[in-house]
């Protein structure tokens, strides 16, 4: 459906339209508003690790999704293929290009919201 057309949409995360469960730590609930535009969010329990929980079902050796969202709780460090290091806290708002690992610090779990890469997140074959 062409995002022109549309009046209103309004889809609420206590129904997702798909839940991925991931390896060990966590979920995420996918809300597809139309065929273009999909809403994620992810809740990263403690100990969660995109290289040991998401790795496995995306089939890939680091996230190659582009990510746009807002940090509802938590921290959680972001490592680029490159090296470069910075953490997500609460309360903020983040953009992180593809090409990357992250991991939950501390025992309080980070839930987030994602308006960009979560589409197709953690839908390799050992997912379905």
């Known amino acids: ?25 966590g979920h995420l609930d996918v809300l597809n508003l139309t065929d273009t535009l999909t809403i994620g969010k992810a809740v990263l329990e403690p100990g969660w690790k995109w290289s040991k929980d998401v790795a496995p079902l995306a089939e890939t050796s680091s996230c190659e999704a582009e ?31 593809p090409g990357h690992d992250a991991w939950v610090e501390g025992d309080q779990p980070v839930v987030v919201l994602d308006f960009m890469g979560f589409k197709e997140y953690a839908k390799g074959k050992k997912a379905a």
């Open 1 to 25: 459906m062409e995002l022109s057309k549309i009046k209103h949409i309004s889809k609420n995360f206590d129904r997702p339209d798909e839940r991925r469960t991931f390896m060990g730590h």
């Open 67 to 97: 990510h746009s969202g807002y940090c509802l709780s938590g921290v959680m460090t972001i490592q680029m293929n490159q090296g470069e290091e910075f953490q997500i806290k609460q309360g903020e708002a983040f953009y992180i290009a």
